[in-house]
């Protein structure tokens, strides 16, 4: 088993156990890959979520540049929910996680496709 591989296991972990879902394990696999290399670097893997600038970069470069979705404040309750789900007291929250529960949440799976 790759790094990748343990990586996408951890989330997984993360999904099921912290934020009370069952993964698609293609999708999860998907967001993954396309978080690149950020995956293995230990302060862009995680989303700092108390950092209003770190919401913004979400916002900015993954639901309107990757997801195409059209700015508003629905973007920003849609990463507070998120953040709320998998527990504003976890210290790590894994980017990957965090875009895969967003691409749910917008129904955007396509965009994997």
């Given at each position: ?30 967001v993954t890959i396309g978080c ?6 230990a302060d862009a893997q995680t989303?700092a979520a108390s950092q209003k ?61």
């Amino acid at each position: 088993m790759g790094k990748r591989d343990e990586w996408i296991a951890k989330y997984a972990e993360d999904l099921k156990d912290k934020c009370g879902m069952q993964p698609d394990m293609d999708l999860l696999t998907k967001v993954t890959i396309g978080c690149g290399p950020s995956i293995y670097n230990a302060d862009a893997q995680t989303i700092a979520a108390s950092q209003k600038g770190e919401l913004e970069t979400v916002k900015n470069n993954f639901l309107v540049k990757k997801l195409g979705l059209s700015d508003g404040p629905e973007l920003m309750e849609a990463i507070d929910k998120t953040i709320e789900t998998y527990g504003k007291s976890e210290r790590n929250k894994y980017r990957a996680v965090v875009y895969y529960m967003l691409t749910k949440h917008f129904g955007k799976e396509s965009v994997y496709g």
